[in-house]
């Protein structure tokens, strides 16, 4: 097992690990980040306070919305020069988060990249595709650095372009296969389609996330590409992928608590739950210091489950991810707020705001369709400009959302309003993901 | 030649969306003299020109449908080969572009009226009048 001593560390001892490591955290920010000293100061806490665990449930919660809020430099706990990487998350509305790494911080994405893969069995000795989007996304750098930690031959395909993903598959002999878990069906699809035999091929086992996917979609992708598949789970605003992970059991992702402490909590009272009870997944970096995270709340709903592994793993696991309890649309892997579609129609002249984001899947692609109103202001009896305004819209979207959106522009008062509020998501994919 | 007030409706895309409109015209008295669809794979446009066209209009916003009414030119072309040819090299060389043009329902004469879309317009009827065709 990959760093077998601290993933089979004593409980009791990786809790005092993790002390040690929450006061060293909590003395940093007070210390270098002002965003994060006003907020204990409000809460009249010092890193002092910080004797025991418990206390971490008395610290202040961090919103995606309150990072956004001090982009781009805000929380930074490093100095500018010591920072070697940045990531970014795309916001609710306006402004990114960013997630910024030193040195120290590219070493233990590596490090929980490396368990990531071993957990799924995954040696130096396997040939790794990496298929997520390489650049501001987390995905393909960190299921890269994970590669190149273990050892392993890795080979940076970032997303897209099926044909070429698989003849590479083929001509390295690609052991393991990182992408989003719809992607790797899409790939099977291709494959089918064209008959490459990835089944019958050295392709063994793959990791996916970034995406809900459900039980049913596991079977799905093993029975298509000849494979284990695994479950992973992060997000920028932590580290990118690396947080959690399954092992062999394929029963509930272990999250790397030596660098990453969990809680759960009710989302109305902000109560902490215990284990077994569902609600919101807090999450804190214990070991970062590029841009340290005090109780980051993901939005992603699941519980814990704190029983021994067969595996020997004595971190805490959380249940497959559950549902959001926010609006968040993950479509192909990214992040969609419906404010961003809503800020996008708002800047093109004479639209108004009422439109319907209709997320669909068409075989094995998740496609998003934006109903617009046609209002008369904007209505042509030619052709060509209405195209040009369609085509005004679907850019301003690509440039906004990172992914493509056909627009389709409908009479007025034909999007559905309850309650005065029009309904601003159709999903139509039936992804259930075991909650 | 006229200057004509033709009502264009917004039609989505979808099975069915015409019908109604056409019925809902015909149940309020509208008489169509020309029309004409235009359509896409995304959506369509329903242009026509009526006896009384904001009366047609106010009945389509009845529907909830956009529509709007844009200017047009009526053009009383001789049915005879090169009837048309001849109108269109008016703007031989010209900086006007037609954008469209459909042909009337049904003509009585020995002429065909044709409606046409020019951009700029207060161009193309000075060009016409040049031409000899005054306008009605």
């Known amino acids: 097992m990959w760093s077998e001593d601290v993933q089979q560390l004593p409980t009791d001892q990786l809790r005092e690990l993790q002390l040690q490591r929450l006061q060293a955290l909590v003395a940093l920010v007070y210390d270098k980040v002002p965003f994060y000293r006003d907020r204990l100061d409000e809460a009249g806490l010092t890193p002092a306070d910080v004797t025991n665990l418990d206390v971490l449930a008395r610290l202040p919660l961090t919103s995606k919305y309150d990072m956004r809020e001090v982009f781009p430099f805000g929380l930074f706990a490093s100095p500018k020069s010591e920072i070697v990487e940045v990531h970014m998350s795309s916001g609710t509305t306006g402004k990114p988060v960013v997630g910024a790494y030193t040195r120290g911080d590219l070493d233990i994405w590596g490090e929980v990249m490396a368990r990531t893969l071993d957990a799924g069995g995954a040696t130096a000795d396997d040939i790794v595709q990496v298929a997520y989007g390489y650049g501001l996304f987390t995905g393909g750098l960190g299921g890269h650095y994970g590669g190149t930690t273990l050892g392993a031959m890795t080979l940076p395909m970032s997303s897209g372009n099926t044909f070429r993903q698989l003849n590479t598959m083929m001509d390295f002999g690609t052991t393991a296969l990182l992408c989003t878990p719809s992607y790797a069906l899409f790939i099977a699809e291709y494959a089918r389609e064209h008959d490459i035999d990835v089944a019958g091929g050295p392709l063994r086992v793959g990791f996916f996330g970034a995406e809900p996917w459900s039980e049913e979609m596991r079977a799905d992708i093993e029975a298509k590409l000849g494979i284990k598949a695994y479950d992973i789970y992060g997000l920028t605003e932590l580290i990118g992928p690396g947080v959690a992970a399954e092992c062999s059991e394929q029963n509930g992702l272990h999250i790397f608590e030596d660098h990453f402490y969990p809680e759960i909590i009710d989302s109305e009272t902000g109560e902490g739950l215990p284990a077994g009870q569902k609600g919101e997944l807090v999450l804190t970096t214990l070991t970062r210091t590029g841009t340290p995270v005090l109780r980051y709340r993901t939005r992603d709903i699941t519980y814990l489950i704190d029983e021994p592994c067969p595996c020997g793993r004595t971190s805490r696991r959380i249940h497959r991810l559950m549902g959001r309890n926010d609006d968040m649309l993950i479509i192909r892997g990214v992040n969609v707020f419906p404010q961003q579609v809503e800020e996008v129609l708002l800047r093109v002249e004479g639209v108004e705001p009422y439109y319907q984001i209709v997320v669909d899947r068409d075989g094995v692609m998740d496609t998003l369709e934006v109903e617009v109103e046609m209002a008369e202001t904007l209505f042509s009896d030619e052709v060509k400009v209405i195209l040009a305004l369609e085509r005004k819209i679907e850019h301003e979207l690509r440039l906004a959302l990172g992914i493509q959106a056909v627009v389709k522009l409908v009479n007025p008062k034909t999007i559905e309003r309850s309650e005065g509020k029009a309904k601003r998501i159709v999903d139509r994919r039936t992804v259930t993901t075991g909650a | ?136």
């Not at chain 2, 979808?14 to 008489?31: E, F, M, S, T």
């Not at chain 2, 106010?58 to 080969?81: Q, Y």
């Not at chain 2, 090169?82 to 003509?107: Q, R």
Request: hydrophobic share 50%; aromatic share 6%.
């Open chain 2, 1 to 136: 030649m006229m200057r004509l007030k033709q009502v264009s409706v917004f039609l989505e895309s979808r099975k069915g969306k015409l019908a109604p409109v056409l019925q809902h015209l015909a149940d309020r008295g509208v008489n169509l003299r020309a029309l004409m669809l235009a359509e896409t794979d995304r959506f369509g446009i329903l242009r026509f020109i009526a006896d009384d066209a904001d009366a047609a209009l106010a009945a389509v916003h009845e529907l909830g449908n956009t529509a709007r009414i844009s200017e047009v030119v009526g053009i009383e072309v001789p049915d005879r080969p090169g009837g048309l040819a001849e109108i269109m090299a008016i703007f031989d060389d010209s900086e006007v572009s037609i954008e469209y043009l459909y042909a009337e329902l049904a003509s009585g004469g020995d002429s065909a009226l044709l409606v046409f879309k020019f951009d700029p317009v207060d161009r193309a009827l000075e060009l016409l009048a040049a031409a000899g065709l005054a306008q009605e």
